[in-house]
């Protein structure tokens, strides 16, 4: 098995829309001309197992309704369900949070405790909650909002 991660870029809005409907039931879902956008703008990655893609996150600069600012988010991570728990998360959000030198932000449902421990061990910390953010089939749900603060040392490992 080998596995890869590559920089999205323009060629690869379809697999990155498709990738998002499988992971994301349908809920959590971006227009076309947006992703082309993220897509044109190469700001984040797809992993890959024996050439077939297994997941993706991707970045762009977002407004924070906590702190209301404009600030690098990590907009969106998943990996198909039967590629989980095998390393692809994490390499993928390491790859995600390298693309800035500055505070990296995210949000993440209050009832997705897998997801939270990952950001956690990777150094992210929560600095507060949004009431309703996600407005689900199953119901509204808040979201915490996560940073993981750019340290100078990083730049140097
Ligand atoms: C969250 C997600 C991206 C993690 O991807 P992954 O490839 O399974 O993650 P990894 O294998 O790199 O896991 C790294 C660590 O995260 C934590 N983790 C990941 N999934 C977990 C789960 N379901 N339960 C508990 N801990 C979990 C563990 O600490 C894990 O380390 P370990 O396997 O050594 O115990 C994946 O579960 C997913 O796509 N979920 C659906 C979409 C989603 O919720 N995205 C996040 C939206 S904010």
């Known amino acids: 098995m080998s596995m890869y991660v590559a920089k999205i870029n323009k060629d690869d809005v379809d697999?990155?829309?498709n990738l998002n409907d499988i992971i994301f039931n349908d809920q959590i879902k971006y227009?076309?001309?947006y992703i082309k956008k993220i897509c044109e703008q190469r700001t984040g990655f797809i992993?890959?197992?024996d050439n077939v893609p297994a997941g993706y996150v991707f970045c762009d600069y977002h407004n924070n309704e906590l702190i209301k600012k404009i600030v690098p988010t990590i907009m969106s991570i998943g990996v198909l369900e039967e590629y989980r728990r095998l390393g692809f998360g994490r390499t993928l959000l390491r790859s995600a949070i390298e693309l800035f030198s500055e505070d990296i932000y995210l949000n993440v449902r209050e009832?997705?405790?897998g997801?939270?421990?990952?950001y956690t061990s990777e150094g992210f910390?929560?600095?507060g909650k949004i009431n309703k953010y996600?407005?689900?089939a199953s119901?509204?749900?808040?979201?915490?909002?996560?940073?993981?603060?750019?340290?100078i040392d990083q730049a140097l490992v």
């Open 15 to 17: 697999t990155l829309l």
């Open 31 to 33: 227009s076309k001309e």
């Open 47 to 49: 992993v890959y197992l």
């Open 111 to 113: 009832k997705n405790p």
């Open 115 to 118: 997801a939270q421990d990952l």
């Open 125 to 127: 910390v929560m600095i």
């Open 134 to 136: 996600y407005k689900l």
């Open 139 to 151: 119901g509204d749900e808040d979201a915490y909002v996560m940073v993981k603060f750019y340290e």
